[in-house]
């Protein structure tokens, strides 16, 4: 997906590059952690703004207003900080911008931006924007919006109303403040992803009672002669003639075909000090050539300074099984098509959470306002993927309750109803909610094989439909489900699907089986048949861990783009399909 997010699959994870969704073994945990380490992070998508307004007020006597946009960032603290200013466009209120600015977009995180509109007085016409007292200039109006809402939008425009803050501006005038258009584009022009798979043969071994467990890392060199991860494959457990899964490229990202790149051969350690094995310098271009000629390349040791020779020469060689090129949409491709992500619920109504009455309980509505695990599990998970859903209407069911004059229900709707599940929007789903708190009997035992199927049953009918939507299922709860094989069977059905699940486990419980169908921590999920599922479409995080800081939920989303795109290229779905 080029430099979007990093796909994690197989056993790969690509700092900035892609590879194929499949699982991850602990070993990349550790090698994961040695990047962090060093500050190495996954590197997202960098999106150019671009503004243009109409209709702007007339703030000058003699000729139209001067404008200038200023743009600001809020902070976790809530407070917006100033990041960029336009230059100013003179005598105009249909102004189009020149400057863009450039933002990191990052899909886990609701980052809202504040655009201000200023009429650049003449008497400053002379002074940098930079150096520029806005409280000496006029406001034109300002607006705001989240990131999110802007790349979700098709071609990526967004219009916005201009508003006055202030309330001394009557309100005949504050109806007439023009509009402000935003428009993203990502930086990259060129998709291109090369694809390679890669070999060596006579590694050293670096362990003492068994052989290396090698893998490789790819960096690009800058003009400072440093080196910059870009990529690294999964781990070969045992294995001093390893072939590595698929890694794949941005060519733009590194470069071009004939910049330097670093390609390095560790060996794994559990307590992430790897041992460097060997290295070779190649450009793309040369990997290629690799391929074609079926030859293979000499790794070396770089040799302490004072010795004759730069490099120690090694018997250990990298070959390129395969090079190919291909053009790689990134997620945000797809949602400038108009593909959406449908945000659905399932909530744990089983009695382990305890009386709702009672302080003690999970599912205790606290008097004061403050959220329950459960109400902030929904907002924080919700609130991001919102922007996403065109409608915002949102399926939300609870399961292991008793409702009124009725037997235990492993899916019954949130909103009480019998005909449909939908409600409006985040607010709808915390209403309904706390409604059926007071309509239903909390009972057992907790089973997830029918909502699951219920999710996936939706996201059937969307794909026969043709329909440009991919689904994300959140399930709550507090306890060990007691239907493990069919929850397992149910995934590996609706792996298959336009479909993701997302698991948040709220209280002390012991989640381990939870981490069974998450296949980050393990084997692919396999049904009672032997089937074994097609992609990895569960992330599961415990609750105690989101309260420690908004990390966790950003890691519980972080994997979604990944998934969304590993669904879209298995079927060969294209953007403008």
Avoid at 28 to 53: M, P, R, T, V
Avoid at 158 to 170: H, K
Avoid at 302 to 329: I, R
Avoid at 550 to 574: G, W
Wanted: a negative charge; hydrophobic letters at 40%; glycine letters at 6%.
């Amino acid at each position: 997906m080029g430099n979007c997010c990093s796909d994690v699959g197989g056993g790969m994870t690509a700092i900035g590059g892609t590879a194929p969704s499949t699982s991850t073994s602990n070993q990349n945990d550790a090698a994961d952690w040695y990047f962090k380490s060093h500050g190495i992070h996954g590197i997202f998508s960098q999106i150019e703004l671009s503004f243009s307004a109409t209709s702007l007020r007339d703030r000058d006597v003699f000729s139209k207003s001067d404008p200038m946009v200023v743009v600001y960032i809020q902070e976790r603290d809530g407070a917006f900080t100033e990041v960029f200013r336009t230059e100013v466009v003179l005598n105009s209120l249909n102004p189009t911008w020149i400057t863009k600015y450039t933002i990191t977009y990052q899909f886990e995180i609701v980052q809202i931006l504040l655009f201000r509109v200023f009429d650049i007085d003449t008497q400053f016409h002379n002074v940098e924007v930079k150096m520029l007292k806005l409280e000496e200039q006029q406001s034109l109006g300002e607006a705001s919006c989240a990131l999110s809402e802007i790349v979700s939008k098709p071609n990526r425009s967004l219009i916005l109303d201009l508003v006055q803050r202030e309330e001394s501006v009557p309100s005949t005038h504050s109806q007439h403040q023009g509009k402000l258009t935003v428009h993203a584009e990502e930086c990259f022009s060129s998709k291109t992803t090369a694809e390679m798979t890669l070999k060596c043969l006579n590694l050293e071994s670096k362990d003492l009672f068994s052989k290396s467990d090698p893998f490789l890392v790819i960096s690009k060199v800058v003009e400072s002669g440093m080196s910059i991860p870009v990529c690294k494959t999964e781990v070969s457990k045992n294995d001093l003639n390893p072939t590595w899964k698929p890694v794949f490229l941005n060519i733009q990202q590194v470069g071009s075909k004939d910049s330097p790149l670093v390609i390095e051969c560790f060996n794994f350690n559990s307590n992430g000090k790897h041992d460097l094995i060997g290295k070779v310098q190649k450009s793309l271009a040369d990997l290629e050539k690799l391929h074609t000629g079926r030859e293979g390349e000499n790794l070396f040791l770089p040799t302490p300074v004072g010795h004759d020779n730069q490099n120690k020469a090694l018997k250990s060689k990298l070959f390129v099984e395969k090079y190919s090129e291909t053009v790689q949409y990134t997620f945000l491709d797809y949602l400038a098509a108009g593909f959406e992500l449908n945000f659905m619920v399932a909530i744990d109504f089983t009695a382990s959470n305890g009386n709702p009455r009672l302080p003690d309980s999970l599912h205790y509505i606290d008097p004061s306002g403050r959220l329950n695990a459960y109400q902030k599990a929904i907002y924080e998970v919700g609130e991001v993927l919102q922007f996403y859903d065109a409608d915002k209407r949102f399926p939300a069911w609870g399961f292991g309750a008793r409702p009124i004059d009725g037997p235990v229900s492993h899916c019954f709707n949130l909103n009480g109803s019998s005909n449909y599940c939908e409600v409006e929007g985040i607010r709808g789903i915390m209403m309904a909610y706390t409604s059926a708190l007071f309509n239903v009997s909390l009972a057992g035992p907790t089973l997830f094989g029918h909502v699951i199927n219920r999710a996936a049953m939706i996201a059937s009918q969307s794909l026969a439909n043709d329909a440009k939507k991919y689904f994300v299922l959140l399930i709550i709860t507090d306890g060990v489900i007691t239907d493990l094989q069919e929850t397992k069977d149910a995934l590996v059905k609706a792996s298959d699907l336009p479909l993701s699940i997302l698991i948040v486990g709220v209280g002390g419980a012991d989640f381990k089986e939870m981490e069974i169908l998450d296949a980050d921590k393990g084997e692919r999920l396999e049904s009672s048949t032997g089937r074994v599922a097609s992609r990895d479409i569960v992330q599961f995080v415990p609750f105690r861990d989101v309260q420690n800081g908004p990390s966790v939920v950003q890691e519980l989303l972080a994997e979604l783009p990944s998934q969304f795109l590993a669904y879209m290229r298995s079927r060969e779905i294209k953007p403008c399909s």
